[in-house]
């Protein structure tokens, strides 16, 4: 590999912060990214929850993020995993070819998700994420998993 993982997280990051205007309107952090592993994160905030009025017994219960949030977290960091078994990282690239999500429980709020990869072959590789969630006392917790299957593009 010609870039070291330092050099990914950075690139990954400012790709996103000045090019991808999604994620980055989301707050989509690059956490980690190590050989077959990488971690992104996006931070809990209300414009990405699904609101729900008060309960009937007036309690107050803070609002879930939209699982649509979890899904982008599982396609993105599911994808970009791959990128660190590329002989050139910076230069390679990957798509989308079948994503699945399984949600668990909601989430309430920051979101970190791990990729790891299963597989990399020539063309296709497939990759599992786990998203978790901080609770409102301090508790991480397991929200969604994802499975991915990505067309790889590697440079020649």
Same mark, same amino acid.
């Given at each position: 590999m010609t870039a070291s993982y330092d050099d990914i997280a950075a690139v990954?990051?400012?790709?996103?912060?000045?090019?991808?205007?999604f994620l980055s309107w989301l707050g989509t952090t690059v956490e980690d990214v190590a050989e077959g592993r990488m971690t992104m994160a996006i931070p809990y905030d209300e414009k990405l929850t699904n609101t729900r009025p008060s309960r009937a017994?007036?309690?107050?219960?803070?609002?879930?993020?939209?699982?649509?949030?979890? =899904? !982008?977290?599982?396609?993105? *960091?599911?994808? &970009?995993v791959f990128h660190t078994t590329f002989?050139?990282?910076?230069?390679?690239?990957? =798509? !989308?070819?079948?994503?699945? *999500?399984?949600? &668990?429980?909601p989430a309430t709020g920051d979101l970190e998700a791990t990729a790891e990869i299963v597989r990399a072959g020539?063309?296709?590789g497939v990759s599992e994420v786990t998203v978790a969630?901080?609770?409102?006392d301090?508790?991480?917790r397991e929200v969604a998993?994802?499975?991915?299957?990505?067309?790889l593009f590697r440079p020649e």
């Open positions: 990954l990051q400012g790709y996103i912060d000045e090019n991808h205007e017994d007036g309690s107050d219960r803070r609002p879930d993020i939209h699982g649509g949030v979890a =899904a !982008t977290l599982v396609d993105t *960091v599911g994808g &970009l002989e050139k990282p910076l230069e390679a690239g990957s =798509a !989308t070819i079948n994503l699945n *999500v399984n949600y &668990l429980r020539s063309s296709v969630s901080t609770t409102p301090g508790e991480t998993t994802g499975q991915g299957s990505y067309r």
